[in-house]
């Protein structure tokens, strides 16, 4: 099949998946002590359910969804609660978190096989929630909220994102080298829950192992769903590029993918829809990708959620002398951070040690070159956005320019010669935006 991709901007950073893309899923050994947040979501924090000195066991509720657009959290592990303090996740959020000092042994396996297929929608988007699923790609939206159909509205495609354009990681790939049949099953279920017409598979074409992989089973059990080979384009992985790519459809301005009858959802969280479902185990670990040319020996890994950075670079053989950067997530939309004592959440697919600085080369003037609106994959102008944001503009960049469209993936920083801080400053601007309005 034809690779399939989005039509205007976007860059082509070198991949540098070949790090770790053949390791294989490790299991970690378990930390002596997690950080569990009661912010691991898009919304509002959870609340939490536990105190200091409580015990916990693996998959029981310690922190309760709090609104509508919120989700549950659960134990990781069996353990006690050592302590309730404040913690600040990569993203430079503060948030609650348990301190959960970790049992020698843990007792509880979801190792229990439980059918799926005479459930009526109903029932698969409470236990979504129930299990407090939400998207593992990075944004970390409610899932169960994003498959609450409202009356009116269809859902004609189901997509099923596992471009993983991100350079460096390789957890989705190695789900859908390792775990095909469960990630494929993971979207039937997800389908039974929003009754799709159709269902897709976008994957990006330097994963074309993982293509066939995932064509075989679907031959082999003819199962209702489309591989669709993507090209590498960065960000092919955004759900406004990928729906464009398979579906041939545009998200207007302000609007969301089930307006134009299509709700996206990331391979890695149709993997734990099959856990929630198929094993009812809550999402309480993830893979997670430990790579980088300034990492000693790279992994994927499963790691319960709570896990500090350290413990995962300790296990990848720590990080070299020659180390500049440390990244949570990947180089074009990861937060570098500077504390290894911080805790993954359910959105954390990598962690990265590069032996160089991203944003490290002397910055000049605009030079009006036009590269940024060139490779702005939405068809912003970067340029006057940036110089209305720095001299206070911030309503002219809104309202004129667009800003709340900008998917701040980085296309624009990547390819500008004077090596402004464009995302940055939209970053700053969105926020400044949504202060005036309040």
């Not at 592990?77 to 990569?90: F, P, Y």
């Not at 075989?216 to 759900?239: A, F, H, M, S, T």
């Not at 709570?306 to 180089?331: F, H, N, Q, W």
């Not at 701040?408 to 801080?421: D, Q, T």
């Amino acid at each position: 099949m034809k690779a399939a991709t989005f039509p205007r901007g976007g860059v082509h950073p070198a991949d540098k998946k070949e790090l770790s893309k053949n390791k294989k899923i490790e299991r970690l050994p378990l930390p002596s002590e997690l950080v569990v947040s009661m912010s691991q979501h898009l919304g509002a924090p959870a609340t939490s359910l536990k105190k200091k000195g409580d015990r916990v066991e693996r998959g029981e509720l310690i922190g309760q969804a709090s609104a509508f657009i919120s989700a549950d959290v659960h134990s990781p592990v069996d353990g006690t609660v050592k302590d309730v303090i404040k913690v600040q996740l990569a993203s430079g959020a503060v948030a609650d978190a348990l301190v959960i000092e970790v049992d020698s042994e843990q007792t509880k396996e979801f190792d229990k096989v439980y059918p799926w297929e005479d459930l009526e929608r109903e029932d698969i988007q409470k236990a979504i929630k129930e299990y407090g699923i939400v998207g593992m790609g990075g944004a970390t939206f409610p899932t169960n909220v994003k498959f609450q159909i409202p009356l009116g509205k269809k859902v004609e495609y189901l997509v099923i994102n596992g471009a993983e354009c991100e350079p460096y990681l390789t957890c989705d790939y190695r789900l859908m080298i390792e775990k095909g049949e469960e990630v494929l099953e993971g979207a039937l279920i997800a389908a039974k829950a929003i009754e799709p017409e159709h269902i897709i598979v976008g994957i990006e074409n330097n994963k074309k192992d993982a293509i066939e992989a995932l064509e075989k089973i679907v031959r082999d059990k003819n199962l209702p769903i489309l591989i669709q080979p993507l090209k590498k384009k960065y960000p092919q992985g955004d759900e406004k590029q990928l729906l464009k790519a398979t579906i041939k459809r545009e998200i207007p301005s302000g609007k969301l993918p089930l307006d134009i009858g299509a709700v996206v959802c990331n391979l890695g969280t149709a993997y734990a829809i099959y856990e929630a479902i198929k094993l009812h185990k809550p999402l309480i670990e993830r893979v997670v990708t430990i790579t980088g040319e300034a990492i000693n020996e790279p992994k994927n890994v499963i790691a319960p959620i709570g896990t500090r950075i350290r413990d995962l670079i300790e296990y990848a053989g720590g990080v070299k002398d020659d180390m500049a950067e440390l990244i949570s997530g990947g180089p074009m939309m990861g937060f570098g951070i500077a504390d290894m004592d911080i805790p993954i959440v359910k959105g954390s697919g990598g962690v990265l040690a590069i032996p160089f600085l991203i944003n490290d080369k002397n910055q000049f003037a605009c030079v009006s070159c036009g590269k940024c609106v060139q490779h702005c994959p939405i068809g912003l102008q970067p340029n006057k956005m940036f110089r209305n944001i720095k001299y206070g503009n911030y309503a002219v960049a809104i309202n004129e320019y667009s800003l709340m469209d900008c998917k701040e993936c980085g296309c624009c920083a990547y390819s500008c010669p004077s090596h402004l801080p464009l995302v940055q400053a939209f970053k700053m601007g969105k926020k400044m935006g949504r202060q005036l309005k309040k």
